[in-house]
């Protein structure tokens, strides 16, 4: 059974940072991509950072967090670490952490659908203001 556990949004002002993190449980593949995704009402989920679990590590993300944003993982704890620094109003959204099996995409370092993602956390709250 697959869990993915988020924490760690929030309120906070322009230019602040936040921290988001997924425990992820129950994963069966020797490899994974695993993203967090953000959406906002009346816009579709959209990908904002992305990792592969082996072979390069590759990592996708959106243009407009570029050098902003750093996933990574932690492998003792089984977890996804989103840093998000400098943020703008434009971040405010429900953030979510997905895990899925591994496609070319994920694992060449390009943008994925987020039909890609076979498992979803439940979503955190990030205010950006």
């Known amino acids: 059974h697959v869990q993915l556990v988020e924490s760690g949004g929030g309120s906070v002002q322009a230019g602040g940072s936040l921290t988001l993190t997924c425990v992820v449980s129950g994963l069966t593949y020797k490899a994974n991509c695993l993203g967090w995704f953000r959406e906002t009402p009346g816009h579709e989920r959209e990908g904002v950072a992305t990792?592969?679990?082996?072979?390069?590590?590759?990592?996708y993300y959106v243009p407009s967090v570029r050098g902003r944003f750093t996933i990574s993982q932690n492998n003792t704890d089984n977890m996804i670490i989103l840093q998000m620094n400098n943020l703008k109003p434009e971040d405010t959204a429900t953030y979510y952490c997905?895990?899925?099996?591994?496609?070319?995409?994920?694992?060449?370092?390009?943008?994925?659908?987020?039909?890609?993602?076979?498992?979803w956390g439940q979503g955190t709250q990030v205010t950006v203001s």
């Open positions: 997905a895990a899925g099996p591994p496609n070319p995409r994920c694992s060449g370092g390009y943008a994925a659908p987020s039909d890609d993602y076979t498992h």
């Open positions: 990792v592969y679990t082996s072979g390069g590590h590759k990592t």
